[in-house]
């Protein structure tokens, strides 16, 4: 089976299995902190579509991507995350992705005074190396005002990459009606190559951007991201790709 029907495949099966009215659901604001509140036996399939002009690895790639994520909460507190995507990059062959992986919501802020969650997944990635991410997030609620703060660590099994890569994400947003949400987010990776003039992958990278949230009825979610990007590497021995560059991202949800 082809990388199309087995995506296919996976979005059948997760469909079939919700049973849950998707008014319940309160999903993430956020593109880049994107687990929200759940309930058990939801569907989550979100359309992903971005174009950037700078390599982010983690956070985006140069080219026009187009992706599609399935989330499935069996549980309240234990999710399943799948993705596929495909890179059209602005020079050189189509490439795709594949991801899965396991969100586990350990505190919750109205038992616990804070939202913390744990994760872990595989990846194979645009670059076709294999990587085991493992992830924590943490957040707060203050009425209308949200904040959230996470890392996510990388350990690559393949590829000329470090050994390990740690990466950083900060967000806030403020609920202005029932319907819209405007946020903030800030990510940072490969932070050593602000000190190290021999990071593996080319210098420290920043993505800074506002995300607007719209919750069109019950059922359709949008959320839009433009953010810049700045990559740090005129202190490198080899540097790969200096300067400024943009990435503009559109999700389409669907909640079941």
Known sequence: MNFAGKMWTVTMVMLGLSVSSSADVVPSPYIFQHVGEVESMTVTMESVSAYGTRDTRSFGSRGFEQG????????????IEAWGGLLVPRQGELRHEAAIGLHWLLLHQAKHSVDLQLGAGYVHDYHYDHVMQLHALIGHKFGKFDVRASALLEIPFSGRRDDADLMFGLAASYKLTNSWTQGLELCGEDLEGLWDSE????????????????RLDDDFT?????????????????????????????VLG???
């Open 68 to 79: 599609l994520r399935l989330r499935f909460f069996p549980w309240s507190f234990l999710g």
């Open 199 to 214: 990071e593996a992958e080319g210098g420290a990278r920043f993505l800074l951007g506002p995300t607007a949230y719209f």
């Open 222 to 250: 949008l959320k839009l991201n433009t953010s810049l990007i700045y990559i740090h590497s005129s202190n490198q021995v080899s540097a790969i790709d200096d300067g400024f560059g943009f990435m503009g991202r559109l």
């Open 254 to 256: 669907y909640l079941f």
